[in-house]
């Protein structure tokens, strides 16, 4: 496990975010600009737990559209056609499998928030810093920590 060394002193990881009005949310602007001894204050978890829960009901929303589309599936006569449709509703199917794993690794980040992990590196407990859960909010590993699970996977693939 790699720590570095830090003069700023962490928050306790254990807050729970509480239901925030829409005015009281913090923009991205700010949210970067606030300082190291905020990090995972409740504010920036209530600010993470409202762009998880939007990002959740996008990903439900499309499923249901993409599930609607498979029932969908008509039945048509002409070859051609039929094979177009099967092209298409194969390609649902796969679309419709990666957002169901983007919508678990959402509900994981919503789980972590509750848990007070959300924010934290899953491998060294080190922040995962707030630019980086801005890019990708269901990240668990640290840029470094990410990095070097990828040189690992590299290195050990044949």
Do not use: W
């Not at 002193?9 to 300082?35: G, H, K, V």
Request: glycine share 6%.
């Amino acid at each position: 496990m790699i720590h570095h060394e830090s003069h700023v002193a962490l928050p306790q990881r254990r807050r729970t975010a509480a239901p925030a009005r829409n005015s009281d949310l913090l923009t991205e602007t700010q949210i970067l600009a606030m300082p190291d001894d905020e990090y995972m204050s409740e504010r920036q978890l209530t600010f993470f737990s409202s762009l998880l829960a939007a990002l959740e009901a996008t990903l439900v929303a499309k499923a249901q559209r993409a599930d609607g589309e498979i029932a969908a599936g008509a039945v048509e006569a002409d070859p051609v056609d039929r094979a177009s449709i099967e092209e298409e509703h194969r390609m649902a199917l796969s679309t419709r499998a990666r957002d169901a794993g983007q919508l678990l690794e959402v509900r994981a980040a919503l789980a972590r928030i509750g848990s007070g992990d959300f924010g934290y590196c899953a491998e060294t407990g080190d922040p995962i810093g707030i630019a980086r859960l801005l890019v990708r909010p269901t990240t668990v590993l640290t840029t470094e920590a990410q990095q070097r699970k990828e040189s690992m996977t590299r290195r050990f693939r044949v």
